[in-house]
Protein backbone atom coordinates (compact mmCIF):
# COMPACT_ATOMS: atom_id res chain seq x y z
CA UNK A 1 0.00 0.00 0.00
CA UNK A 2 2.73 2.31 0.80
CA UNK A 3 4.45 2.21 -2.48
CA UNK A 4 0.51 2.47 -4.01
CA UNK A 5 0.50 5.86 -2.02
CA UNK A 6 3.56 6.45 -3.63
CA UNK A 7 2.82 6.45 -7.02
CA UNK A 8 -0.02 8.38 -6.56
CA UNK A 9 1.03 11.19 -4.66
CA UNK A 10 4.14 11.12 -7.51
CA UNK A 11 1.19 11.34 -10.36
CA UNK A 12 -0.54 14.08 -8.77
CA UNK A 13 2.51 16.12 -8.19
CA UNK A 14 3.27 15.74 -12.45
CA UNK A 15 -0.77 16.92 -12.19
CA UNK A 16 -0.48 19.78 -10.31
CA UNK A 17 0.98 21.46 -13.70
CA UNK A 18 -2.12 23.23 -15.87
CA UNK A 19 -4.33 20.00 -16.49
CA UNK A 20 -4.95 21.24 -20.14
CA UNK A 21 -1.65 22.23 -21.88
CA UNK A 22 -1.91 23.20 -25.46
CA UNK A 23 -1.65 20.37 -27.86
CA UNK A 24 -0.21 20.77 -31.33
CA UNK A 25 -1.62 19.93 -34.70
CA UNK A 26 1.08 20.73 -36.81
CA UNK A 27 0.34 17.94 -39.30
CA UNK A 28 4.17 17.86 -39.44
CA UNK A 29 3.62 13.61 -39.54
CA UNK A 30 1.19 13.87 -42.18
CA UNK A 31 2.46 13.02 -45.64
CA UNK A 32 1.80 15.45 -48.56
CA UNK A 33 -0.92 14.99 -50.78
CA UNK A 34 -4.62 15.11 -51.13
CA UNK A 35 -7.14 13.80 -48.74
CA UNK A 36 -10.55 13.83 -48.68
CA UNK A 37 -10.64 14.71 -44.67
CA UNK A 38 -7.11 14.51 -42.54
CA UNK A 39 -7.67 13.05 -39.28
CA UNK A 40 -4.84 13.67 -36.55
CA UNK A 41 -5.32 12.48 -32.70
CA UNK A 42 -2.93 14.14 -29.99
CA UNK A 43 -3.52 13.85 -26.02
CA UNK A 44 -6.66 12.21 -26.28
CA UNK A 45 -8.25 14.54 -28.53
CA UNK A 46 -8.65 14.19 -32.50
CA UNK A 47 -9.07 16.81 -34.89
CA UNK A 48 -10.70 15.98 -38.31
CA UNK A 49 -9.72 18.72 -41.64
CA UNK A 50 -12.01 18.86 -44.27
CA UNK A 51 -12.83 21.80 -46.67
CA UNK A 52 -16.80 23.48 -46.97
CA UNK A 53 -17.00 22.93 -50.41
CA UNK A 54 -16.37 18.80 -50.57
CA UNK A 55 -13.08 19.73 -52.30
CA UNK A 56 -10.15 17.68 -51.34
CA UNK A 57 -7.46 18.99 -48.72
CA UNK A 58 -3.99 19.61 -49.98
CA UNK A 59 -1.07 19.27 -47.81
CA UNK A 60 1.94 20.38 -49.14
CA UNK A 61 5.59 20.89 -48.47
CA UNK A 62 6.47 24.49 -47.95
CA UNK A 63 10.25 26.54 -47.87
CA UNK A 64 7.75 29.30 -46.28
CA UNK A 65 6.20 30.61 -44.09
CA UNK A 66 8.70 29.24 -41.56
CA UNK A 67 6.10 29.76 -38.94
CA UNK A 68 3.94 27.02 -40.06
CA UNK A 69 7.19 23.84 -39.97
CA UNK A 70 7.49 21.82 -43.42
CA UNK A 71 4.23 21.32 -44.29
CA UNK A 72 0.60 22.95 -43.78
CA UNK A 73 -2.80 22.10 -44.84
CA UNK A 74 -5.23 24.01 -48.07
CA UNK A 75 -8.40 23.91 -49.55
CA UNK A 76 -8.21 22.16 -52.83
CA UNK A 77 -5.23 22.78 -54.67
CA UNK A 78 -5.32 25.76 -57.30
CA UNK A 79 -8.18 27.80 -58.80
CA UNK A 80 -10.92 28.08 -56.89
CA UNK A 81 -9.76 26.95 -53.50
CA UNK A 82 -11.72 26.10 -50.64
CA UNK A 83 -12.09 27.39 -46.81
CA UNK A 84 -10.90 24.60 -44.32
CA UNK A 85 -12.88 23.27 -41.71
CA UNK A 86 -11.36 21.97 -38.22
CA UNK A 87 -13.72 19.53 -36.48
CA UNK A 88 -13.01 18.50 -32.69
CA UNK A 89 -14.25 15.05 -31.12
CA UNK A 90 -14.25 17.24 -27.90
CA UNK A 91 -15.42 20.39 -26.92
CA UNK A 92 -12.44 23.19 -27.11
CA UNK A 93 -12.05 26.46 -25.24
CA UNK A 94 -9.18 28.29 -26.69
CA UNK A 95 -7.11 27.61 -30.18
CA UNK A 96 -4.38 29.27 -32.15
CA UNK A 97 -4.30 29.09 -36.11
CA UNK A 98 -0.81 29.51 -37.63
CA UNK A 99 -1.38 30.68 -41.42
CA UNK A 100 0.47 32.26 -44.48
CA UNK A 101 1.90 31.60 -47.86
CA UNK A 102 5.03 32.45 -50.13
CA UNK A 103 3.80 36.10 -50.32
CA UNK A 104 2.75 36.29 -53.70
CA UNK A 105 -0.40 38.44 -53.18
CA UNK A 106 -2.97 40.44 -50.63
CA UNK A 107 -4.55 37.35 -49.12
CA UNK A 108 -6.29 39.41 -46.53
CA UNK A 109 -9.17 40.04 -45.10
CA UNK A 110 -8.50 36.87 -42.86
CA UNK A 111 -11.16 34.94 -40.75
CA UNK A 112 -11.83 32.78 -38.34
CA UNK A 113 -15.02 31.26 -37.05
CA UNK A 114 -15.95 29.16 -34.20
CA UNK A 115 -19.12 27.24 -33.88
CA UNK A 116 -20.72 25.02 -31.35
CA UNK A 117 -21.91 21.38 -32.21
CA UNK A 118 -25.12 22.69 -32.94
CA UNK A 119 -23.95 25.28 -35.58
CA UNK A 120 -24.15 28.30 -33.90
CA UNK A 121 -21.46 30.81 -34.66
CA UNK A 122 -19.65 31.62 -30.91
CA UNK A 123 -17.84 34.17 -32.18
CA UNK A 124 -14.84 35.22 -35.02
CA UNK A 125 -11.43 36.59 -35.17
CA UNK A 126 -9.90 38.61 -38.56
CA UNK A 127 -6.95 39.62 -39.83
CA UNK A 128 -5.13 41.05 -42.70
CA UNK A 129 -1.80 39.08 -44.76
CA UNK A 130 -0.44 41.68 -46.89
CA UNK A 131 1.32 40.93 -50.14
CA UNK A 132 5.09 40.77 -50.12
CA UNK A 133 4.47 38.83 -46.23
CA UNK A 134 6.64 35.17 -46.26
CA UNK A 135 6.87 34.72 -42.48
CA UNK A 136 3.47 33.83 -41.60
CA UNK A 137 0.95 34.86 -38.83
CA UNK A 138 -1.02 33.47 -36.09
CA UNK A 139 -4.59 33.99 -34.26
CA UNK A 140 -5.51 32.67 -31.04
CA UNK A 141 -9.44 32.34 -30.15
CA UNK A 142 -10.96 31.85 -27.28
CA UNK A 143 -15.18 30.93 -27.21
CA UNK A 144 -15.69 28.50 -24.70
CA UNK A 145 -17.38 25.32 -25.40
CA UNK A 146 -16.25 25.56 -29.76
CA UNK A 147 -16.80 22.85 -31.46
CA UNK A 148 -15.13 23.68 -34.76
CA UNK A 149 -13.71 26.33 -37.10
CA UNK A 150 -14.21 27.51 -40.31
CA UNK A 151 -10.56 29.40 -41.80
CA UNK A 152 -11.03 31.63 -44.87
CA UNK A 153 -8.88 34.29 -46.52
CA UNK A 154 -9.38 36.85 -49.34
CA UNK A 155 -7.58 38.02 -52.41
CA UNK A 156 -7.37 41.29 -54.41
CA UNK A 157 -5.83 39.41 -57.15
CA UNK A 158 -8.68 36.31 -57.15
CA UNK A 159 -6.53 33.75 -55.09
CA UNK A 160 -9.33 33.43 -52.64
CA UNK A 161 -9.02 30.59 -49.76
CA UNK A 162 -5.43 30.01 -51.01
CA UNK A 163 -3.54 30.66 -47.77
CA UNK A 164 -2.17 27.60 -46.10
CA UNK A 165 -2.61 26.66 -42.54
CA UNK A 166 -2.09 24.35 -39.02
CA UNK A 167 -2.96 24.66 -35.74
CA UNK A 168 -0.23 26.02 -33.21
CA UNK A 169 -1.76 25.18 -30.21
CA UNK A 170 -5.04 24.08 -28.56
CA UNK A 171 -6.90 24.15 -24.81
CA UNK A 172 -10.11 21.61 -24.97
CA UNK A 173 -12.64 22.42 -22.56
CA UNK A 174 -12.31 21.32 -18.96
CA UNK A 175 -13.52 17.81 -18.10
CA UNK A 176 -13.68 16.85 -22.11
CA UNK A 177 -10.31 15.35 -22.42
CA UNK A 178 -9.41 13.04 -19.17
CA UNK A 179 -6.52 14.79 -16.86
CA UNK A 180 -3.66 13.77 -15.18
CA UNK A 181 -5.39 13.38 -11.78
CA UNK A 182 -7.88 11.55 -12.87
CA UNK A 183 -5.42 9.00 -14.42
CA UNK A 184 -3.65 9.01 -11.45
CA UNK A 185 -6.85 8.72 -8.85
CA UNK A 186 -7.62 5.75 -10.81
CA UNK A 187 -4.64 3.91 -10.67
CA UNK A 188 -4.48 4.49 -6.52
CA UNK A 189 -8.08 3.40 -6.59
CA UNK A 190 -7.02 -0.08 -9.16
CA UNK A 191 -4.00 -0.28 -6.61
CA UNK A 192 -5.75 -0.17 -3.46
CA UNK A 193 -8.08 -2.78 -4.64
CA UNK A 194 -5.92 -5.11 -5.40
CA UNK A 195 -3.84 -4.77 -1.97
CA UNK A 196 -7.18 -5.30 -0.62
CA UNK A 197 -8.05 -8.34 -2.70
CA UNK A 198 -4.65 -9.59 -1.67
CA UNK A 199 -4.89 -9.32 2.27
CA UNK A 200 -8.03 -10.81 1.87
CA UNK A 201 -6.13 -14.03 0.40
CA UNK A 202 -3.68 -13.90 3.19
CA UNK A 203 -6.14 -13.63 5.52
CA UNK A 204 -8.25 -16.72 4.13
CA UNK A 205 -5.54 -18.88 3.87
CA UNK A 206 -4.25 -17.99 7.48
CA UNK A 207 -7.82 -19.80 8.73
CA UNK A 208 -7.64 -22.13 6.35
Given at each position: MKKISAIAILL???????????TAFDLEGVTPGAF??????????TLVITTTTGDPVWVGN???PALLGKVGAVGNNGTPFAPL????????????FNFGDIGGDDDSPVLIQAFSAGDV??????DTYPA??????????????ASYYIASSGSAQGNVNSLVWDIGAITPAAGAVPEPAS????IAGFGAMGGALRSRRKVAASFA
Open positions: ASIAASPAVAANAITVTDGGLLSNRFSFSAPVDQITLLGSANGLDTGKSLTLSFAGWALM
